[in-house]
Structures are given as structure tokens and as C-alpha cells.
């Protein structure tokens, strides 16, 4: 049988491969509410011809990937069973996909071709969709590459349409959706430890906040200047921008944003060991919180933050100022209530209570939850970040316990688990 060669070269264009189409598509049907379950085995079913014609929901979600029609891909609906007397009707033309970037199954509006149709509010809201699809697969699996191209693709696309903005208002909220749309991409590389590529990212996304006008954008980027900054070991710089995301103008209008500046700032104290000023900033942020107003229409990148990851920060802080019980009871409060699929969160909050057991020196207990958060990671590569935190657990458990048994069961399977890409 002769493969769908069409498919195969909208994949060669959009720079996608087996693994990232299947990521692409699931984050599309994880966006409409369905459950992923596109796998490699199914992509190469669908180049070699053996399925012809994907189910609903998968066909879906694969046009709206390549913003085209499942035909145009290559793919031939079963032909109709057709009575002695029934006469073919007129060919229907099916409707235009407004779709979503190259390689994410995010919305974003797609124009006819050689259509001078100016741009509206109604294609930055499909625009807009788009990044709940990318969060979605982030708060799946993490950052990683196809997600990062995805988020690119999506800012040139509304930066193409803001040339043909209806109006100057209209201009600048394509600018702000560029910001994230670039803004989420720089935190891909950033989850991933690409540090080069999210610094330059980074500065990219905060010029496009300014051409939006975007308070909301300007602190998002400035949150991940301080985790940049963190992993870059440039301390002071982390304080420096959890100040700034403190002076934007949405921690004025809505206390959980301000609540989060507070918990990056308090972060870049505790690693300069200023104990009085990380709690005082860590009260501030408890304070912020709890007079947030949950429900809130907010953007999805800000889904993550709530009293969960406010107490996994305050783990964080705790554990470096030198008080692991209390590392310990936040990363239990921070594990009680953060979402099970937000799998990549889930597991670093994992590996930050197995770092506090271990400066308790309750090693087997240490190693075995350290273990678990592989676990919940199976059947996906390990984020650069998560990587990062299990080498610090590593390194401190042999300088703990070399010669421990347990612990040299734990190393063992961490050689193990670290060689998964």
C-alpha cells in the first residue's frame, strides 16, 4: 500500500517529527476535553495508508494542527454505499479550520488565501485559544522542543495579522498575544535548562508586552527572568526580578499576581541565605494570596499558581534558610493540592520533599519517594529542569550516605532513569 506522501511532507514543512505530531495532536483533543491518546504507533499507521481515515476526534484535532482539511493531508473518507437510484450530490465544501500553530494543536485564526480581510477581535480570540492548548501539553509533560517551535510559530503568526490590524487597539492585542505566545516559548527552553535560548527569548517577549501595552505579559516575562536568573546562579538578579514583577501594574489590579512576585522574590533571598527578608517576602505573598479572588478570568500560564504552589515555593525557601521539617510539611501541603495533570509540577514538588527527608537524614525514606518522581514522569523524556533537581538530589545523597545500601540502590536506578532523552 502506497503511504500518504501529503502528510508526510506537511510534516517535513512543519519541522515536525513522529513523537512531536503525536504531542501536537493530543494537546489539541487535551484542549477540547478529550483524552490524548495519540501515540507514534498511530502516526506511522497514518503515513503508511493502513488507517485512511483517522476517527472524529483525532481528525479533528489533526486539521486543526496543519490548519487544512484531513483530505488535503492525504487522507480518503470511505466512499458511500450508493442505492441504483440515488444521484451524487453536489461536492460539499467543508468549512475553513481556523487553526492552530505549526506543531501544537493551538487555535490560531488562519486566513483564506490572498484574502485582504482585515483582522478582528474575533482572531484574537481564536489566537488567544491557542496558548491554552500549549499549557495544556506543558502542564502534561513539560517543556521541550516541539512545544518551543509550536509557541514561535504562533507568535509569527500573530505578528503577521497585527499588519493588518482593523484597528490600532486591535494592533496592540496582537501585539500582547506575540508576547506570549513568545513568552511560552522562552519558558520551554527554560523548563528545558536552555538557558541562551530563554534569555534571548525572554527579551524578545518583554518588547513585544511594551508594543502590546501588556501588564499581564511584562510580569509573566519578568517571573521567568527570575527563575533564568536561578539558573543561571545570578541571585541578586533574582531579586532584582521578582522586584520588577512587583512593580508591574497587575499586582496592583489582582493580589495573586502580586502573590507570585512575592514568592519569586523570596526565593532569590533564600539562595543570598537573607533569612528576615525571604519570610518577610514569603508573608507577603501568603498575605497577597489570601486576598486573591479565586475564579477570576486570568490567563491559563497563571493556572499553576494557587496555595499549592505557594507552598512548594515556601519548601523551597525553607529548605535552603536551613529548616527541613518545615521544607517538609510545605512540600506535603504543596503535593495534597496540586493537580494530577500537572504531572511535571507534581514531580518536582516530589524530588523537593525527598531533598528535605534527606537533610533530615531519613535516607531510606528520602530515596524512596526521590523514586517516585519518575514515575510520574513514565512514558515521558525527564524536563531539563526536573533533570537538574534529581542531579542535586544525586549529588547530596552521596555526600549524605555514600555508603549507605539504599542509597546505592537509588543511584543505580538513577543511572537508569537519567539515560531516557
Known sequence: MKGNERLKGFMGEYGLTQAGLADAVNARLLHSGCEGTVSDRTIR??????????????????EAVFATTAEALGFRPPLPRLSSDDEPEPPVRRRDFLAATSGAAAAVAVPHVGSACRVGASDVLRLRSGLDALMALDDHRG?????????LAGAREALEKQKRGA??????????????YTATAAWSALDARRTDAAQHLLGRALYL????????????????????????????????????????????????????????TALGHSTLGDRQAALRSL????EALRRSEPGLPRPSWMDFYGPSELAAITAIVRDRLGDPAAAEAASHRALAGIPRQFR????????????????????????????????????????????SLLGDYHRDLITLAPDASVA??????????????
Open 45 to 62: 499507521n497514518w503515513l503508511s495508508a493502513k488507517t485512511s481515515w483517522p476517527h472524529s476526534r483525532q481528525r479533528e484535532a489533526l
Open 143 to 151: 517543556g521541550h522542543e516541539s512545544l518551543k517551535l509550536t509557541a
Open 167 to 180: 484597528t490600532q487597539r486591535i494592533r496592540r492585542r496582537l501585539f500582547s498575544v506575540a508576547a506570549d
Open 209 to 264: 508586552a511594551g508594543m502590546g501595552q501588556d501588564p499581564m505579559a511584562e510580569i509573566r516575562v519578568w517571573n521567568s527572568y527570575a527563575m533564568l536568573a536561578h539558573q543561571r546562579r545570578e541571585y541578586r538578579e533574582a531579586v532584582d526580578s521578582g522586584l520588577a514583577a512587583q512593580a508591574t501594574a497587575m499586582t496592583k489590579r489582582d493580589p495573586l499576581f502580586a502573590s507570585l512576585a512575592h514568592a519569586r
Open 283 to 286: 508573608g507577603c505573598a501568603e
Open 344 to 387: 511535571r509540577n507534581r514531580a518536582l514538588a516530589t524530588t523537593r520533599l525527598a531533598l528535605a527527608q534527606l537533610h533530615q537524614r531519613d535516607i531510606d525514606q528520602a530515596c524512596a519517594t526521590a523514586a517516585t518522581a519518575f514515575a510520574l514522569m513514565s512514558g515521558h523524556p525527564i524536563p531539563g529542569r526536573l533533570r
Open 408 to 421: 546505592r540502590e537509588w543511584a543505580d536506578r538513577y543511572r537508569s532513569e537519567w539515560s531516557r532523552l
